[in-house]
């Protein structure tokens, strides 16, 4: 009786065993070096550094979208654009614009669209403003937006942190600014955010 008891203490805690190492630094993840403050230490946070402009977020965007609307409570999600090209900065001033004025989650999806389906060239401040007057933002409001000091405070902002977690492509995900995870270490974007449902987890227990 005994033996049948281990047994089946055992075949519960193995699995749960398997499930704890399924990811570990190099396997999933890359711990950053030096931890990054986080903007609610009451909050588990999580970061996607982006580019409106890259295929691979556009084709991860359904994914973190999915994500995002079961995300548990103690969570903090946030976007981060990129300026890793000297083609990056309009998209990137354009996600600060829309943020500031309350509309980037509503036209996140239209302007990946517009880019990746659509084929459209939105890569100026110009073809920006035509777009956003879509949104009820008129051009000179965009304008007056796109080369203010709040829009390249916030940019400089993003820069030092993308710095700081080390983070040299995009999409990266960034769990409480201690760990990164891409698509080339979680093995795939579907995989990406099993590996942050674990680190999330891996911090609960902190």
Same mark, same amino acid.
């Given at each position: 009786?005994?033996k049948?008891?281990?047994?089946l203490?055992l075949s519960?805690?193995?699995?749960?065993t398997a499930?704890? @190492?399924?990811?570990? !630094?190099?396997?999933?993840?890359?711990?950053i070096?030096? =931890? +990054?403050?986080?903007? !609610?230490?009451s909050?588990?946070?999580?970061t996607?550094?982006?580019? %409106?402009?890259?295929?691979?977020?556009?084709?991860?965007? =359904?994914?973190?979208?999915?994500?995002?609307e079961n995300? =548990?409570?103690?969570?903090?999600?946030?976007?981060?654009?990129?300026?890793?090209?000297?083609?990056?900065? @309009?998209?990137?001033? @354009?996600?600060?614009?829309?943020?500031?004025?309350?509309i980037? $989650?509503?036209?996140?999806?239209d302007l990946f669209?517009?880019? $990746?389906?659509?084929?459209?060239?939105?890569?100026?401040?110009d073809?920006?403003?035509s777009?956003?007057v879509?949104?009820?933002?008129?051009?000179?409001?965009?304008?007056?937006?796109? !080369?203010s000091?709040?829009?390249?405070?916030?940019?400089?902002?993003?820069?030092?942190?993308?710095?700081?977690?080390g @983070?040299?492509?995009?999409?990266?995900?960034? +769990?409480?600014?201690? %760990?990164?995870?891409?698509?080339?270490?979680a093995?795939?974007?579907?995989?990406i %955010?099993?590996?942050i !449902?674990?680190?999330?987890e891996?911090?609960?227990?902190?």
């Amino acid at each position: 009786m005994i033996k049948l008891f281990s047994a089946l203490i055992l075949s519960f805690l193995i699995p749960l065993t398997a499930a704890a @190492a399924e990811y570990s !630094d190099g396997n999933g993840y890359t711990t950053i070096k030096t =931890p +990054v403050r986080t903007s !609610d230490p009451s909050k588990i946070e999580v970061t996607e550094i982006f580019w %409106y402009g890259c295929p691979h977020c556009y084709k991860l965007e =359904p994914i973190t979208r999915a994500w995002e609307e079961n995300m =548990p409570s103690d969570v903090d999600f946030k976007f981060l654009p990129a300026v890793f090209g000297r083609g990056w900065l @309009a998209h990137a001033k @354009a996600f600060y614009v829309a943020d500031l004025l309350g509309i980037e $989650h509503k036209l996140r999806a239209d302007l990946f669209n517009a880019i $990746h389906v659509e084929r459209r060239n939105l890569n100026s401040e110009d073809a920006l403003a035509s777009f956003f007057v879509n949104y009820g933002v008129s051009e000179d409001e965009f304008r007056k937006q796109y !080369d203010s000091f709040a829009v390249n405070s916030r940019l400089s902002q993003a820069d030092a942190k993308i710095r700081a977690y080390g @983070a040299r492509g995009v999409p990266g995900l960034i +769990v409480n600014g201690k %760990y990164l995870v891409t698509a080339e270490t979680a093995n795939g974007n579907e995989n990406i %955010y099993k590996v942050i !449902d674990f680190l999330i987890e891996k911090e609960r227990q902190k």
